[in-house]
T-cell receptor, first 115, second 109 residues
Framework: GAVVSQHPSWVICKSGTSVKIECRSL??????MFWYRQFPKQSLMLMAT?????????EQGVEKDKFLINHASLTLSTLTVTSAHPEDSSFYIC???????????FGSGTRLTVV | EDQVTQSPEALRLQEGESSSLNCSYT??????LFWYRQDPGKGPEFLFT?????EEKEKERLKATLTKKESFLHITAPKPEDSATYLC??????????WGAGTKLIIKP
């Protein structure tokens, strides 16, 4: 089945530094990938939609200069949290669309802690 | 406004005690209704997709059903390993996923 690999699983960084999270589709080509943020005991909040070879589409209220998304190939999308601050601490999850939007598979998530 | 509402927020059951989780939706042009399982600190794991009212799908102790207004996830004789948060989501006419807040299921041995 379609598998999405997300790395790292967790990361701790100092305030002001940048962190990159990778999302890879292992056995299929993902034209579209999605990045979510999840706060404790809450559901997933879509941050942006990433399309291979073009600029990402950000949801309202998401700072595109803080959350840089690159989807340079059909198997890799990256999310870079720039100049991270403690309020950016959260659980970030990527997802890839399969079957043209009739199915979605998720990465295992990245727990980001900014100290 | 498109919306997906799950109930209850949390459900505690004894092992073997069957029950159902509810997902009510108002999604224009619903393309599909998804059920996912999420364990703590993990990404959602796909369970089912339902496309039309009357459709049912089963997997082990789980059965998902769909009507024009809601979906149910029935769990029969649950085991402690079924404990997780169950998420429901609908895709609209633009294939955008609209998520419910989830139901946290706890199965006590």
């Amino acid at each position: 089945g379609a598998v999405v690999s997300q790395h790292p699983s967790w990361v701790i960084c100092k305030s002001g530094t940048s962190v990159k999270i990778e999302c890879r589709s292992l056995d299929f080509q993902a034209t579209t990938m999605f990045w979510y943020r999840q706060f404790p005991k809450q559901s997933l909040m879509l941050m942006a939609t990433s399309n291979e070879g073009s600029k990402a589409t950000y949801e309202q209220g998401v700072e595109k200069d803080k959350f840089l998304i690159n989807h340079a190939s059909l198997t890799l999308s990256t999310l870079t949290v720039t100049s991270a601050h403690p309020e950016d601490s959260s659980f970030y999850i990527c997802s890839a669309s399969i079957d043209g939007g009739f199915g979605y598979t998720f990465g295992s998530g990245t727990r980001l802690t900014v100290v | 406004e498109d919306q997906v509402t799950q109930s209850p927020e949390a459900l505690r059951l004894q092992e073997g005690e069957s029950s159902s989780l509810n997902c009510s939706y108002t999604v224009s042009g619903l393309r599909g209704l998804f059920w996912y399982r999420q364990d703590p600190g993990k990404g959602p794991e796909f369970l089912f997709t339902l496309y039309s009212a009357g459709e049912e799908k089963e997997k082990e102790r789980l059965k998902a059903t769909l009507t024009k207004k809601e979906s149910f996830l029935h769990i029969t004789a649950p085991k402690p390993e079924d404990s997780a948060t169950y998420l429901c989501a609908g895709t609209d006419s633009n294939y955008q996923l609209i998520w419910g807040a989830g139901t946290k299921l706890i199965i006590k041995p």
